[in-house]
């Protein structure tokens, strides 16, 4: 089984300032999906980003990126230039290629952006 | 033109009751999913369909049971209602691709479902 870990309960960050979030996951698998969810108080669950993992490259969406490092197991979004919108618990899920696709997800994390 | 929807948003209903939760998405896809969010905001898997075929069933009490009339609706039951089923229930699809796609495997969620049992 694949556990997803983020070891941040909570974060704050300034209006405009960088805040990276962490996440690791346990697997033995070599194909798999890693993605961040948002889910802000009106508790829709959103799409931030996705990551191939046969890609080296870091997924990057406008104001958000990712830090993918395969070998140590680890996933990490930054969010640069934050905004009072970005406010919102934040999840990581893993997806293995299989035949059963489903997400496993860490705890989430909650951002709160200020003013 | 909302993806993928649920109704109703909200449910408040005593212990012991039936009710039913109803997913219908409109982007195409092959796969549909229900998931659980407890109280702590832990979100967990329960079933998922593929081309109305059950695929994952996960260790979840046979009170529970979903149905899947097309590839599009995928309905959750539930019989005999408790109080730990009180929870926020999230519908889900994706279109599941052998094939390397921009969208292939990414899971589009609903608004939710928010239980109540009383």
């Known amino acids: 089984a694949q556990t997803v870990t983020q070891s941040q309960p909570e974060m704050s960050v300034q209006e405009a300032e960088t805040v990276t979030l962490s996440c690791t996951y346990d697997?033995?698998?070599?194909?798999?999906?890693l993605f961040w969810y948002k889910q802000p108080p009106s508790r829709q669950m959103i799409l931030v980003i996705r990551?191939?993992?046969?890609?080296?490259q870091n997924a990057t969406e406008n104001r958000f990126s990712v830090n993918f490092q395969k070998a140590a197991k680890s996933f990490s979004l930054k969010i640069s230039d934050s905004q009072l919108g970005d406010t919102a618990m934040y999840f990581c899920?893993?997806?293995?290629?299989?035949?059963?696709?489903?997400?496993?997800f860490g705890a989430g994390t909650t951002v709160t952006v200020r003013a | 033109d909302t993806a993928v929807s649920q109704t109703p948003k909200y449910l408040v209903t005593q212990m012991g009751n039936d009710k039913s939760i109803k997913c219908e998405q409109n982007?195409?896809?092959?796969?549909m999913y229900w998931y659980k969010q407890d109280s702590k905001k832990f979100l967990k898997i329960m079933f998922s369909?593929?081309?109305?075929?059950?695929?994952i069933n996960e260790t979840v009490p046979n009170r529970f049971s979903p149905k899947s009339p097309d590839k599009a609706h995928l309905n959750l039951h539930i019989n005999s209602l408790e109080l730990g089923d009180s929870a926020v229930y999230f519908c889900?699809?994706?279109?599941?691709?052998?094939?390397?796609?921009?969208?292939?495997?990414?899971?589009?969620f609903g608004p939710g479902t928010r239980l109540t049992v009383l």
């Open positions: 889900a699809s994706s279109q599941v691709g052998t094939s390397v796609g921009l969208d292939t495997d990414t899971q589009y």
């Open positions: 697997t033995s698998e070599n194909n798999y999906y």
């Open positions: 990551q191939e993992a046969y890609k080296q």
């Open positions: 899920a893993f997806m293995k290629l299989s035949n059963d696709y489903k997400l496993s």
């Open positions: 982007l195409g896809h092959d796969t």
């Open positions: 369909y593929n081309n109305k075929e059950l695929i």
